[in-house]
């Protein structure tokens, strides 16, 4: 869950945030397209970069996995591709969390707990959470319920929404939030509301069912969790305490899906094998490994492929890398295709230390999946565990001059040239790396220290003294804007 100290640090940010852009909101309108004339979609949008930075930084619970990302971001693209936004540019990421919970924050970012994957039956129920929460970034839900109250400025509204975004993980940590950014009122407005979650509900299930998803994923899962919320009695899921369900909601879901035509809508293979590597990842490697043996033997799950990716995939963990080639020879036999399952055979390879091995099957994946950023990387690091530098130096070139903004790439870019012994363009890399983090100061650290390398031609040199000068700007904007508002 989102811990407290991460929370204290989005305060302190926030609170630079509202004065660093000076705007007020003494005069904000209470609802619509109105509310966006104080916070601007570039506002917001800014505003939602620095808070993903944070928790990219420094919050534990946050999940660098490409593969996990990869998945995600796919399954929310081609629901924004079905939504009534379809160009709004949202992005998605995991929590490691067994709590049902999903989010929506400043600027198009959505947070997705592990628990709600592994709680949802089929996709369309994922789907349907997604959906829902994507239809709170299409109204501005956020936006409009922060300038509810005009008086509040803009620094007042951000520092309200950290602690709602808290509140999303946990109840106590949002008080500690409140309190810290002094807003009283806010208790009251920790969950949207009921005229808010009845749009978000129509609107996403129009999404999801646009998007070819079974109609009855959003009732059937928000019906379960009502089921379980009795359960539970005062301690609620954290997804009902923030997204308060009531009867005439699940009803009102359920019979447009009985009205729908039907439609079987079988579960993408991504899904269940994104479900056996969390479950994986949920308990020790041995104990996986033991779980999805007794799967396999005793023939209970789901999906075959899965049980075996899962399997596979515990005993590369567990480091038994022999058993590992075994099981995943048996799942290769299953003639299925997937990006996950290609990552998981390369890097049995790497870790056996057959690079060249890896390489081949990462060349012959990226064909069949070019924009999976998992395989890219794991191509890179082939290269890379090869000594082939050069070759890695070109291919990452290749791929930052379509993804400009991937740290990753960058961070990548960086271990090339240093261990091709290229001193500048090391630190210049690693600048970048730094700068698409929020990361001002390290990232004119590395300038500098590109600057002082002797293995630069005059235009690479000439090239970092421009985005020192570049950077340094920025610095001292920033610092204006500290004593301005303070």
């Given at each position: 869950?989102?811990?407290?100290?991460?929370?204290?640090?989005?305060?302190?940010?926030?609170?630079?945030?509202g004065?660093?852009?000076?705007?007020r909101?003494?005069?904000?309108?209470d609802?619509?397209?109105?509310?966006?004339?104080?916070?601007?979609?570039?506002?917001?949008?800014k505003?939602?970069?620095?808070?993903?930075?944070?928790?990219?930084?420094?919050?534990?619970?946050?999940?660098?996995?490409?593969?996990l990302n990869?998945?995600?971001?796919?399954l929310?693209?081609?629901?924004?591709?079905?939504?009534?936004?379809?160009?709004?540019?949202?992005?998605?990421?995991?929590v490691?969390d067994?709590?049902?919970?999903?989010?929506?924050?400043?600027?198009?970012?959505?947070?997705?707990?592990?628990?709600?994957?592994l709680?949802?039956?089929?996709?369309?129920e994922?789907?349907?959470?997604?959906?829902?929460?994507?239809s709170?970034?299409?109204?501005?839900?956020?936006?409009?319920?922060?300038?509810?109250?005009?008086?509040?400025?803009i620094?007042?509204?951000?520092?309200?929404a950290v602690?709602?975004?808290?509140?999303?993980?946990n109840?106590?940590?949002?008080?500690?939030?409140?309190?810290?950014?002094q807003?009283?009122?806010?208790?009251?407005?920790?969950?949207?509301?009921?005229?808010?979650?009845?749009?978000?509900?129509r609107?996403?299930y129009?999404?999801?069912?646009q998007?070819?998803?079974?109609?009855?994923?959003?009732?059937?899962?928000f019906?379960?969790l009502?089921q379980?919320?009795?359960?539970?009695?005062n301690?609620?899921?954290?997804?009902?305490?923030?997204?308060?369900?009531?009867?005439?909601?699940?009803?009102?879901?359920q019979?447009r899906?009985?009205?729908?035509?039907?439609?079987?809508?079988?579960d993408?293979?991504?899904?269940?094998?994104?479900r056996?590597k969390?479950?994986?990842q949920?308990?020790?490697?041995?104990?996986?490994v033991?779980?999805?043996?007794?799967?396999?033997?005793?023939?209970?799950?789901?999906?075959?492929?899965?049980?075996?990716?899962?399997l596979?995939?515990?005993?590369?963990?567990a480091?038994?890398?022999?058993?590992?080639q075994?099981?995943?020879?048996?799942?290769?036999?299953?003639?299925?295709?997937?990006?996950?399952?290609?990552?998981?055979?390369?890097e049995?390879?790497?870790?056996?230390?057959?690079?060249?091995?890896?390489q081949?099957i990462?060349?012959?994946?990226?064909?069949?999946?070019?924009?999976?950023?998992?395989l890219?990387?794991?191509?890179?690091?082939?290269?890379?565990?090869?000594?082939?530098?050069?070759?890695?130096?070109?291919?990452?070139e290749?791929?930052?001059?379509?993804?400009?903004?991937?740290?990753?790439?960058?961070?990548?870019?960086?271990?090339?040239?240093?261990?091709?012994?290229?001193?500048?363009?090391?630190?210049?890399?690693?600048a970048?790396?730094?700068?698409?983090?929020?990361?001002?100061?390290?990232?004119?650290?590395?300038?500098?220290?590109?600057?002082?390398?002797?293995?630069?031609?005059?235009?690479?040199?000439?090239?970092?003294?421009?985005r020192?000068r570049?950077?340094?700007?920025?610095?001292?904007?920033?610092?204006?804007?500290?004593?301005?508002?303070?």
């Amino acid at each position: 869950m989102i811990r407290a100290a991460c929370v204290a640090t989005w305060i302190a940010m926030v609170a630079f945030l509202g004065t660093s852009f000076s705007v007020r909101g003494d005069d904000l309108p209470d609802l619509g397209e109105a509310a966006r004339a104080e916070l601007s979609p570039q506002m917001e949008r800014k505003i939602g970069e620095r808070i993903m930075n944070e928790i990219r930084l420094r919050e534990p619970s946050y999940i660098d996995d490409a593969e996990l990302n990869d998945y995600l971001n796919a399954l929310g693209r081609r629901l924004v591709a079905a939504s009534a936004s379809p160009a709004r540019d949202c992005q998605f990421f995991f929590v490691r969390d067994s709590t049902v919970n999903a989010f929506a924050m400043f600027g198009g970012f959505i947070g997705v707990n592990t628990g709600t994957v592994l709680t949802s039956q089929s996709e369309s129920e994922l789907a349907g959470v997604l959906a829902h929460e994507i239809s709170h970034v299409m109204q501005n839900h956020l936006a409009r319920q922060m300038a509810k109250e005009k008086q509040n400025s803009i620094a007042s509204m951000i520092a309200m929404a950290v602690g709602i975004l808290a509140a999303r993980a946990n109840s106590q940590v949002a008080n500690a939030a409140i309190a810290s950014a002094q807003a009283g009122s806010i208790q009251a407005q920790l969950a949207y509301s009921r005229d808010f979650e009845r749009e978000a509900d129509r609107m996403g299930y129009q999404t999801m069912t646009q998007a070819g998803y079974d109609a009855h994923g959003m009732g059937d899962f928000f019906g379960r969790l009502q089921q379980s919320g009795r359960v539970y009695e005062n301690n609620a899921p954290v997804y009902m305490r923030t997204h308060p369900l009531t009867v005439e909601r699940i009803s009102d879901m359920q019979n447009r899906a009985q009205n729908a035509p039907y439609r079987q809508v079988p579960d993408s293979l991504e899904f269940q094998l994104v479900r056996a590597k969390l479950r994986a990842q949920m308990v020790t490697p041995r104990e996986a490994v033991k779980e999805f043996a007794a799967q396999l033997r005793e023939k209970k799950y789901a999906s075959e492929a899965a049980a075996r990716y899962g399997l596979a995939y515990s005993l590369l963990r567990a480091k038994d890398l022999a058993t590992a080639q075994r099981e995943v020879t048996a799942l290769i036999a299953l003639k299925l295709s997937s990006p996950m399952i290609a990552g998981l055979v390369a890097e049995i390879r790497l870790a056996a230390n057959e690079p060249a091995a890896a390489q081949a099957i990462y060349r012959d994946a990226l064909q069949r999946y070019p924009q999976s950023k998992s395989l890219v990387y794991g191509y890179a690091e082939s290269l890379l565990a090869g000594a082939q530098y050069e070759q890695c130096q070109a291919f990452l070139e290749s791929e930052l001059q379509l993804y400009s903004s991937d740290y990753k790439l960058y961070g990548l870019q960086a271990k090339a040239y240093a261990a091709a012994g290229k001193r500048l363009q090391q630190h210049r890399a690693q600048a970048e790396f730094y700068y698409l983090q929020g990361q001002l100061g390290p990232a004119v650290e590395q300038l500098q220290f590109a600057q002082k390398a002797a293995d630069g031609t005059f235009f690479e040199q000439s090239a970092v003294d421009a985005r020192l000068r570049e950077l340094r700007k920025e610095q001292a904007e920033e610092a204006k804007q500290k004593r301005e508002g303070g």
